[in-house]
């Protein structure tokens, strides 16, 4: 083989993206609004949470939410992923807030006023108060009162909605609130974290047939918390079973439970890479991360792009697939870059082998708060200065518009992942000097990186 041909191989052309790709952001009320008194979160907080880490006015998106769309489309974004706020719609059990559903109209209206897609999730985690003191989503009637919320709202919505999300990682919700009573209403039973698990599929099923019943074309599905799974010895049974029980009971259950034929499309939000390795007990551990020394977020989890492929190809067939959620909480702001091009340059990959991705949704738009970890964790591509409201577009809210403008990655961008960058500054820098690299490097004017102090 000839030193050209690979030299071809290696450099291969811009990734370039699926025409019509959805690139967008998500966000949800509760995260976002603020003052959302009415939810279970909301008194959740003031019984367990001190007075700084409370939701409180959040990022005001609430009144702010105009601007933030101005924003998100000045960033070049098409598409965003919202939540309705159950408890602001029916704040007390069959009185509904007529107020409130015009505001999500308006919402809604904003979106479609600036061009962008809209996907709306239904349900993102909290429940109205009184639903909660009756049991929240254990209880047996609770697919009656998510079907008459939804009923209320489905037909005004309709006409705004491009995808719909009925609800929002239930699996997540099951083990955070059901098994190790970290959020509302702070139970641990496996019994009941499976009750409510059936419930959510069952309040899945309700809004799949009823937004059918609205408009037959709709396009449905749920943003399901999808988690990647290794063995940290190949040669291990124990280990391997392992990964099929944690892959069949963390991603395929919901799924079984609610049969996939009441999926439209697969909605992914993918966040964890997870290594099980035999310690001699009877179950192998899930090992940590940060102790492994390897790439973490603020919050410790691994940073493991190709952890995307592998759930992709493991759930893909004939439907579309959206990104529903991806991100990282970093305060190091390059860190956020380098993920957006690694995972991007996976989720690329997986396209080429033809799966049907179809849009992506980074998480999130703006910084927010999350759950019971409060404000700390910064997830957004927008920087949020709570004392001020101010809204910081971050360097890699730019990255992430010129990849949008480019509708992929130029080699400008993958440079940033290292590629070849070394021997094209050496020679650039020698020959021409530093004016000279950069416009050598790039053809049009250089997109502008502001690195972030860190
Ligand atoms: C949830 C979001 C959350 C994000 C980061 C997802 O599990 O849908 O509400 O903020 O992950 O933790």
């Known amino acids: 083989m000839s030193d050209n041909s690979l030299k071809e191989k290696h450099d291969h052309g811009p990734l370039i993206f699926p025409d019509k790709f959805l690139w967008g952001s998500a966000t949800s009320a509760h995260q976002v609004e603020g003052n959302n008194i009415y939810s279970d979160w909301w008194d959740f907080e003031l019984k367990h949470l001190p007075p700084h880490m409370r939701s409180g006015e959040a990022c005001n998106h609430y009144q702010l939410y105009e601007e933030d769309f101005d924003m998100a489309k000045q960033l070049g974004q098409n598409a965003h992923?919202?939540?309705?706020?159950?408890?602001?719609?029916?704040?007390?059990?069959?009185?509904?807030?007529?107020?409130?559903?015009?505001?999500?109209?308006?919402?809604?209206?904003?979106?479609?006023?600036?061009?962008?897609?809209?996907?709306?999730?239904?349900?993102?985690?909290?429940?109205?108060?009184?639903?909660?003191?009756?049991?929240?989503?254990?209880?047996?009637?609770?697919?009656?009162?998510?079907?008459?919320?939804?009923?209320?709202?489905?037909?005004?919505?309709?006409?705004?909605?491009?995808?719909?999300?009925?609800?929002?990682?239930?699996?997540?919700?099951?083990?955070?609130?059901?098994?190790?009573?970290?959020?509302?209403?702070?139970?641990?039973?496996?019994?009941?974290?499976?009750?409510?698990?059936?419930?959510?599929?069952?309040?899945?099923?309700?809004?799949?047939?009823?937004?059918?019943?609205?408009?037959?074309?709709?396009?449905?599905?749920?943003?399901?918390?999808?988690?990647?799974?290794d063995p940290y010895h190949k040669h291990s049974l124990r280990e391997q079973l392992s990964v099929s029980l944690g892959d069949l009971s963390s991603n395929h259950l919901f799924y079984a439970l609610t049969g996939r034929k009441t999926h439209d499309f697969l909605g992914i939000n993918y966040y964890f890479h997870h290594r099980l390795r035999n310690l001699g007990g009877?179950?192998?551990?899930?090992?940590?991360?940060?102790?492994?020394?390897?790439?973490?977020?603020?919050?410790?989890?691994?940073?493991?792009?190709?952890?995307?492929?592998?759930?992709?190809?493991?759930?893909?067939?004939?439907?579309?697939?959206?990104?529903?959620?991806c991100g990282i909480a970093s305060t190091n702001d390059d860190r956020r870059t380098r993920f957006l091009i690694q995972y991007l340059h996976e989720i690329y990959r997986a396209i080429k082998t033809n799966i049907k991705v179809k849009g992506f949704f980074y998480w999130s738009l703006m910084d927010n708060f999350e759950w019971h970890q409060g404000f700390g964790p910064r997830f957004g591509l927008v920087e949020i200065d709570y004392k001020t409201q101010k809204r910081i577009p971050r360097p890699s809210a730019y990255v992430y518009q010129e990849i949008?403008?480019?509708?992929?990655?130029?080699?400008?961008?993958?440079?940033?992942?290292?590629?070849?960058?070394?021997?094209?500054?050496?020679?650039?820098?020698k020959h021409h000097g530093p004016r000279a690299f950069c416009e050598h490097i790039y053809p049009k004017p250089p997109i502008s990186l502001h690195h972030s102090k860190s």
């Open 282 to 325: 009877i179950i192998p551990k899930v090992l940590d991360a940060e102790e492994q020394q390897l790439d973490v977020s603020d919050l410790g989890w691994e940073v493991y792009p190709e952890g995307i492929f592998d759930v992709l190809s493991d759930l893909a067939d004939e439907r579309p697939i959206y990104i529903t959620e």
């Open 81 to 229: 992923r919202f939540s309705v706020e159950w408890s602001r719609i029916e704040p007390a059990e069959g009185v509904f807030n007529e107020g409130e559903i015009e505001h999500y109209l308006k919402v809604l209206q904003a979106l479609k006023e600036r061009d962008i897609t809209v996907m709306l999730t239904l349900w993102h985690f909290t429940i109205p108060k009184w639903l909660a003191d009756k049991g929240g989503i254990e209880n047996g009637e609770v697919v009656k009162y998510f079907s008459r919320f939804i009923s209320k709202i489905v037909p005004i919505y309709e006409p705004y909605v491009d995808l719909w999300v009925t609800v929002n990682e239930p699996n997540v919700y099951a083990y955070m609130a059901y098994m190790v009573g970290l959020w509302p209403p702070r139970k641990m039973s496996y019994t009941q974290a499976f009750f409510v698990l059936w419930n959510l599929a069952a309040m899945h099923k309700a809004a799949y047939r009823i937004i059918h019943e609205v408009k037959p074309s709709a396009m449905v599905g749920i943003a399901h918390n999808i988690q990647s799974f």
């Open 404 to 429: 949008i403008k480019y509708n992929g990655m130029p080699h400008s961008l993958l440079r940033l992942l290292g590629h070849t960058i070394q021997v094209e500054e050496v020679l650039c820098y």
